[in-house]
């Protein structure tokens, strides 16, 4: 499966975005999707995942509650909502799928096979 994250920009301190992996040559309906994030001169850090079926999302402590990801099987997409935008959270964004079927998606990049090129989020304040 190849995925493609897209939404990322310049916003401002406080703003909302909502990033978008999309996927093709295989339907993301049965994997489980994660996204992460690497900001300049940082290790690439675990932002949320959503299993297979949408019923568990989990999310890393800085962001809980700022971001919400979501699911479209219709679209064959998997979304990150992300709202109270700060400057710390300005990274190139990265969508990762896992074929495992566990219900609780994994934290690990390890946890991941397939991996979309990432975009870019900029923040200011």
């Known amino acids: 499966v190849q995925l493609q994250a897209s939404g990322g920009g310049s916003v401002q301190a406080g703003d909302s975005l909502r990033l978008s992996c999309a996927a093709s040559?295989?339907?993301?309906?049965?994997?489980?999707v994660a996204w992460f994030r690497q900001a300049p001169g940082k290790e690439r850090e675990f932002v949320g995942g959503?299993?297979?079926?949408?019923?568990?999302?989990v999310y890393a402590d800085s962001v809980e509650g700022r971001l919400t990801i979501s699911r479209d099987g219709t679209k064959n997409a998997v979304y990150l909502d992300m709202t109270g935008l700060m400057p710390e959270d300005t990274a190139v964004y990265y969508c990762?799928?896992?074929?495992?079927?566990?219900?609780?998606?994994?934290?690990?990049?390890?946890?991941?096979?397939?991996w979309g090129k990432g975009t870019l989020v900029t923040v200011s304040s």
């Open positions: 990762a799928a896992d074929s495992s079927g566990a219900y609780t998606p994994r934290r690990s990049i390890s946890g991941y096979f397939y």
């Open positions: 040559g295989r339907t993301l309906m049965r994997l489980n």
């Open positions: 959503i299993n297979w079926s949408g019923g568990n999302a």
